[in-house]
């Protein structure tokens, strides 16, 4: 067991030659220095940050309850509409009259936007007095939503810390008349109730106006005009603030029209459906409501307004199409007197009815031409048609002109003449008929939009739908929490593969100290940071993190077998990465391979290594230590403690010297390690950080051989090569590095020969690496 245990946590270049240690399919480290996007080192920085991204969605969680309780509530209103694609009623006589009248069919896009029309809006603005408002004044934020949860028939609620100024429930305004000059529309005046009936008006710049009484008018100068107020109703508290405004009607207009929404309910089917959002549902409905009676009556206006146009029409073009038939009978009689009784032929009767057919024909399309020119250009498409039919007419009418000159000359005349009697006496009959049915249609006009479903109060807010605002503030917490826990990964650089380590400095890794869930059990139940931790080595010996140490008690008898002196010095970067737990335990493991060890407790200043070997109490002196022994106050085996291991002797750190670094120079300290040569085989130094002081360079002038710990998933490259760099400058060169806290699950390695003594679960647990971090 030991010999698997010695090769496996041999250095790294020994390990992976030998085959024992095993990368798994994917080197995480590796897919990172690639550019390559590792999912599994993102699910481990979500694990190492997860308390951080834990406490990110708990607050956007919160944020979304706040948001979902006290969001204004929205309902949404609708109404549904009929548009009928072709004309009904008295209206369809017309296309008798006039083939333009059955163009004239209606469009639904075309509705669309009338529905949205200043016209109609405006006209629904001016009947519900939209153009103006007074509106009170809440309390920011969450304000409106406590007056809103107050009941109006407990009256008026009282003002919350005395701040009268904002309406807190139960107020009661209403605004009769409102008129300021154009440039101060869309201004918000301010109206200040006081004692009484009466209230104070102020201008949008704070400037006071004058003094009012509810219910009766109040005049007043701005700028270079004038305006008035009257309100109707002003129950509230003396002092509170409410904004009147007078609408611009462009900005009333795309105020109201923002809300709505209208769409056609499906393709052709000449069916729309209105919508209106609004946090009042009466509102809602009353403006539905009153936009579809409002589209209605514009709809049969326009239609009678079409009626009135063919019909004026009509009325210019009877008197002279009378005339002009008067005139035709006039000349057929005279000429018929003269020439005596004419009997017509069969031929000449049938070019008759022919030639009579073709100028009718060119009469009406020369009239619905004159209509057409009175609304669109000579290049309008519907001109264009006319233009061709008369042009075929004209084409037509020639053959039949080469038919009446084989006549005689008598029969020619009289065929004229009888011609132009009868094409004048049906147009006149046809337009005389058209007027009358135009009258009838006018009286009785009938629009082509029939409102099918009136808006009803809706029963529940259209929005905000709590539990949707709820999970989206859930899933924007988890994708901030995931996002943050990247960042600060990144930010930190935590190396999980050891292999970076020996890539990027040089040195081998000694020992790969696996985390301990036992030791980190047995810290997370300690109540007091004094409290004593006792040894793992003593507790679980057979725990996976000693077994680790004791292959590097094997790598060290290698690395000072031919030192002076095996004095040990085992340091760190930066605090909390475990070098005291590794320290002690390390120790123990040699005094129970039966080494006389003393290990020393080097940092001065917050020596921690007396926890695990006595129990101090708050407020007791520290015990005698280093610090006593080389400036003398102490003897050097009073200082000692005694463990429970035979051969293991630990000198703590002591009381704090004002100036530890200067006190390690002191020849006391070369006498004290001097004297520790002769007495133990070992001398084991837990000095402090070396990025953090200049003391582990001083102590390790005096070792043969000096070891970094590095923490997994806390230690980085850049800590690790500065700290080599730094002991180099000082002439200290560092035999190894030991990775401390590993995880082997998270990292993406196996054991390729199989650990089975027990310990398997020991190696893939999950849970924070704190193994030696109070230490």
Not at 3 to 15: G, L, W
Not at 40 to 46: G, K, Q, S
Not at 382 to 393: E, F, S, T
Not at 490 to 517: F, H, N
Request: glycine share 8%; net charge neutral.
């Amino acid at each position: 067991m030991n010999k698997q245990n010695d090769s496996m946590n041999m250095p790294f270049e020994n390990t992976r030659n030998g085959g024992t240690f095993q990368s798994a399919a994917a080197h995480p480290e590796l897919a990172q220095e690639s550019g390559e996007i590792n999912l599994l080192d993102l699910w481990y920085n979500l694990l190492d940050f997860k308390w951080v991204a834990a406490a990110i969605v708990a607050v956007a969680t919160a944020i979304g309850l706040l948001y979902a309780t006290v969001a204004t509530p929205i309902y949404s209103a609708d109404v549904l509409l009929q548009v009928e694609t072709k004309q009904t009623g008295g209206l369809a006589a017309l296309e008798d009259v006039s083939g333009v009248l059955a163009a004239g069919g209606s469009n639904v896009t075309g509705e669309l936007e009338i529905i949205k029309s200043r016209t109609v809006v405006e006209s629904v603005a001016q009947t519900l007095g939209l153009a103006q408002s007074i509106t009170p004044q809440y309390f920011p934020v969450f304000g409106q939503w406590l007056a809103n949860q107050h009941e109006a028939a407990l009256g008026l609620a009282q003002p919350f810390m005395g701040l009268n100024q904002y309406a807190w429930g139960g107020e009661q305004l209403k605004l009769a008349q409102f008129s300021v000059p154009t440039e101060f529309t869309d201004q918000a005046f301010v109206a200040v109730k006081g004692e009484g009936n009466t209230f104070s008006l102020y201008s949008p710049f704070e400037e006071p106006l004058g003094q009012g009484t509810v219910g009766q008018p109040l005049t007043f100068k701005i700028g270079y005009g004038s305006g008035s107020i009257t309100i109707s109703q002003f129950e509230a508290n003396p002092g509170m603030q409410a904004n009147v405004v007078r609408r611009h009607p462009l900005s009333l207009h795309n105020g109201l029209v923002a809300p709505l929404t209208a769409g056609e309910v499906g393709r052709n089917s000449s069916m729309i459906r209105v919508s209106y959002e609004s946090p009042n549902p009466a509102f809602a409905v009353q403006f539905l409501n009153e936009l579809a009676n409002a589209y209605l009556r514009q709809n049969v206006e326009r239609k009678g307004q079409e009626a009135e146009q063919q019909l004026v029409f009509l009325d210019e073009q009877l008197p002279s199409i009378k005339e002009q038939l008067r005139k035709a009978e006039e000349a057929l009689n005279n000429f018929v007197q003269s020439k005596g009784t004419i009997d017509p032929t069969l031929d000449t009767q049938r070019i008759l009815t022919q030639d009579v057919a073709l100028e009718t024909k060119k009469v009406e399309l020369n009239l619905e031409r004159e209509k057409l020119l009175q609304r669109f250009q000579p290049g309008h498409p519907l001109i264009q048609a006319i233009d061709d039919q008369l042009a075929q007419l004209r084409s037509v009418r020639g053959g039949v002109a080469s038919q009446t000159q084989a006549l005689p000359e008598v029969q020619q005349e009289y065929l004229r003449l009888r011609r132009d009697v009868e094409v004048n006496q049906a147009l006149y009959t046809s337009l005389l008929n058209g007027a009358q049915q135009l009258k009838v249609a006018k009286a009785g006009t009938v629009g082509n939009v029939a409102i099918v479903d009136y808006a009803q109060q809706p029963k529940r807010p259209f929005k905000p739908n709590k539990g949707q605002v709820v999970a989206l503030a859930v899933l924007a917490g988890i994708f901030l929490g995931v996002l943050a826990a990247q960042a600060l990964a990144m930010l930190r650089s935590a190396v999980r593969d050891p292999s970076k380590l020996e890539q990027a400095t040089g040195l081998s890794v000694y020992s790969i100290v696996p985390l301990s869930q036992q030791q980190t059990a047995a810290e997370k139940g300690l109540r007091r940071r004094t409290d004593k931790v006792g040894l793992l080595a003593v507790s679980a010996p057979n725990d996976p993190s000693i077994e680790a140490l004791r292959s590097f008690r094997t790598g060290l008898q290698f690395a000072t077998i031919d030192s002076p002196n095996k004095r040990v010095l085992i340091t760190g970067p930066v605090p909390e990465i475990g070098k005291s737990f590794v320290s002690a335990n390390f120790a123990a493991i040699m005094a129970q391979a039966g080494k006389r060890v003393l290990l020393i407790d080097g940092d001065m200043r917050k020596g921690t290594l007396s926890r695990y070997f006595i129990q101090e109490e708050r407020g007791d002196a520290k015990h005698p230590g280093l610090s006593d022994v080389v400036a003398g106050t102490v003897g050097f085996d009073k200082a000692l403690i005694k463990t429970e291991l035979e051969g293991l002797h630990v000198l703590v750190s002591g009381s704090v010297p004002p100036n530890p670094s200067e006190l390690l120079l002191h020849p006391n300290f070369i006498a004290l390690l001097e004297k520790a040569d002769v007495e133990y085989d070992y001398v084991i130094i837990d000095s402090p950080p070396v990025l953090l002081v200049s003391d582990a360079s001083v102590m390790g002038q005096h070792c043969s051989a000096t070891f970094i710990v590095a923490r997994y998933g806390a230690s980085n490259v850049r800590q690790v090569s500065d700290s080599q760099k730094r002991l180099a400058q000082a002439g200290v060169r560092v035999n190894g590095l030991i990775f401390n806290g590993f995880i082997a699950n998270r990292s993406g390695y196996y054991y390729g020969y199989g650990y089975g003594y027990g310990y398997k679960n020991a190696y893939g647990t999950y849970g924070d690496p704190v193994q030696g971090k109070k230490a």
